[in-house]
């Protein structure tokens, strides 16, 4: 028992060190997101940037624990869905959007365990998630600082941090546009937060030459490459239908059709850019 | 003239006890508190504030998982200590049964694991406080339920150990309580998904350990207002019976067996 103590006292200071060590690597790392020239350099730096990442992999989901109060929902099965067994989740309010999702512990009328179950839902955090309203805002809006701070190269954190930040107050959109900046600083060749910020600058600041500006420089970092990450992927696809639809509105018809041809190369089967292509 | 069973329980408690402070056990739990202490003042010195739920939501789960840990490395050294140390044979020589033995073996785990149990979760509560995150009344209740799963997982493993070597014992133990809810999860998935019979379903469920309907954390965390009553007293009676019997099949294999 005293060596597990003297071992835990032992690992915190190796950890501490070890933290100490990565944080510059690890902040050029934010800017180059090459983790294999991380890797290739110092083995105990990959390990904390591992850490760091898996800490802000576990905060982005607990959000949606703590916007439920501890209840956990989880995808429907394909049974489920085909024959609408569970109760499916759905919101009163507009902070989340839920699709296909129910509730990990059962309804009672779902519920075979009858005694058992009823001990459940009373124990654990249980409410019927149809029609279901969510905790504030402003609860899990450190989290999304913290897990940016944990792990600079997080980009789902800035993006819907910063939904969260305009969500909570209409009045906080320089804050959520400096959140976005500072994500776009740590990830200078990130797509999906050039193209909210061209979003951000268009649609609330009716700044158009920077929302273009914006959506250029998001084209411009996904040109040489097709990104598998789901935000970045939708980044790159909506810098192309923001341009096209921000140059029909010029009323620049030809520079609007060869931005959405352009984006089709990329994109062939998007429906938006085959109508704004045509 | 046989000793009565709460005198022997006394005596080996307060042993035990005094072993724990002598095998400086407790030294653990503080040395695991402090750590949490200095982690948690982290968000101060950092300036993260707002991160009152992220804090509470850490706090228990270290809470549980220490506690847990720390319940199975308690129990599943009572009885294979004696055996090992041979210090069970002068114990035996004495009048007292093995049944004696083996209850008072499980008081001792019961109440040193409970004592560590108590000193985490207090010094979680005025760490807490200290903090500025205040707890609502369920933790009163959060406290009562954690105990009594307590109470029913030294029975399983003082049970166990009479079976098992201390390290399979151990890993065995840690399986059965952290894997208890998914044990569950995975039986109702089979009931929906490949049909399997609500009977079938309802037996399998009520073999399987439950350990983590012990844990009312989570509600803690978020600040739920007090569970009824008569689930802590179904939960009591489900401790008292399953802790029960899981004794009594320790039982019935400690009389038989041959010692060192």
Known sequence: MRGAGLLVIFMGLIGGVAIRLAMPVLTERAETLNAITLYD?????????ELRSSLAGYLWAKTDEYTHGGVLLRP????????RTAREASSADEIAHHENETSVIPERERDPRRFWGEIERQVKPFFDVRHHFHRPVREVLPLYRFMTWVDPTFVPGYLVGAQMLLFENKKHLPQAIDFLKEGARNNPRSIALFTELGRYALVYQGDHAQAERYFRHAIANGSDWMPQNPFERDGLLNAYRWLAILKKRA???????????????????????????? | MRVPTWQVCRSLTTAGLLETVRRKDLYVVLILTILMVLGASAFRIFGVSGLEIFVKDVTF?????????????IAARQLP??????????????????????LGKWLTAFVTASVSFLILAGTAYALLLLLGIPLKPIFGQYL?????GIGWLCALVVALSVYLTPSANMTLSLILAFGSGLFGRLLLMAHWEHGVSALWLNLL?????????????????????????????????YALTSGGLYLLLGWLRFCKQVLG
Do not use: C, N
């Open chain 1, 41 to 49: 350099r110092q083995a105990m730096v990959s390990v904390m940037g």
């Open chain 1, 76 to 83: 429907m099965t394909e049974r489920e869905k085909r024959e």
């Open chain 1, 251 to 278: 009323g620049r018809l030809q520079e609007a059709r060869r931005w959405a041809q352009q984006g089709l190369t990329r994109f062939p089967s998007d429906p938006v850019l085959g109508r704004l292509g045509h």
């Open chain 2, 61 to 73: 789960l270290a809470i549980g998982v220490l506690s847990t840990v720390l319940t199975v490395l």
């Open chain 2, 81 to 102: 200590d004696e055996v090992q140390r041979r210090t069970i044979y002068p114990l035996l020589a004495r009048p007292i049964t093995r049944g004696q033995l083996l």
């Open chain 2, 144 to 148: 009562l339920l954690k105990l009594m």
């Open chain 2, 205 to 237: 469920y009520g073999v399987l350990p439950h350990y983590d309907l012990f844990d009312m954390g989570q509600k803690v965390v978020y600040d739920w207002s007090l569970v009824p009553w008569w689930v802590l007293s179904a939960m009591g009676l």
